[in-house]
């Protein structure tokens, strides 16, 4: 075989890389997926083809998982396998993030985004929930608790926003500078996200990296629209964290960059009778970083509170 040959084979290999790595990404978030047992469904809310995804048996307890802001379904798909043999598990992706996506016009504040949640579970035929959320995800549904006390079995606050922390994070005091840190609007931008949102940067393929990059700097006009709708009213949890009546765990990574750990005594002081759970070495998204050890103190509080969830055998 000829040098030229060889470098023309060569040549198409490399063009057909480049040209299947949007491909090469959606593959993978596929096959997480499937290993979750995900089962992706949607539904009309308000202006929004919501997109959630289910997992596990129908007639089980229903445990819905809320992701944070910029996030979507897939933070959840490492901590879903967990609990998919005990539980319904219901991820939506929120309005105006994920699949759902964004509608210009529509309003993001934190209340009209709890009447969507309602809304969605009475849709689903959902009287009650075990109700999860990480970030905004908490924030959300925190107040949703407190609203609808009688539609949540137990509240799970993983590093939740909601309150005024005592101590600035590095995002907070970038944030009182005009900053979002968490937008992604250049290619670099995304390397500094996963050092801000976890302890210990993951590695990620190129192709994936590059694919949720080019995604988020598509979508950075449009939620920084949406953050300035959720936060932009500072309707702080303070005054309302005593509707609470579920059990509750707050749990925290101790190295938050985002939202700090100091937030922890606000959340405790707000709802008393709250266990406080805290993983070291961790930064702030939990479920995805240390999924285990956030789901066995999850486990261990759901039985303390009369709802005992076993650990499945294996582990996708």
Known sequence: MNDWLVLAILAV?????????????????????RLAG???????IDGFKVVYFESGPQDAPALLLLHGFGGDADNWTFFTPLFNKQFRVIIPDLPGFGQTGYVAGADYALYSQVGRLREFMDYLKVERAHVVGNSMGGYIGAAFAANHPERVLSLGLFNAAGVDMPRKSPFYEAALEGRNLLLVRERDDFERLLTLVYHKKPWLPGYLKQAITAHSIKVAGDQDIIFQGVFGERVWLDTHMQNIKAPTL???GDDDRVLDISSVDLFKAGIPHADVAIIPACGHVPMLEKPRETAKLYRDFLARAGFPATLPGETP
């Not at 890389?17 to 997926?33: E, F, K, S």
């Not at 995900?38 to 009309?44: G, H, K």
């Open 250 to 252: 707050i749990l925290w």
């Open 38 to 44: 995900y089962e992706m469904r949607t539904v009309d």
């Open 13 to 33: 290999i490399v063009i057909a890389a480049v040209y299947t790595r949007p491909r090469w990404a959606d593959a993978t978030i596929a096959l997480l997926r």
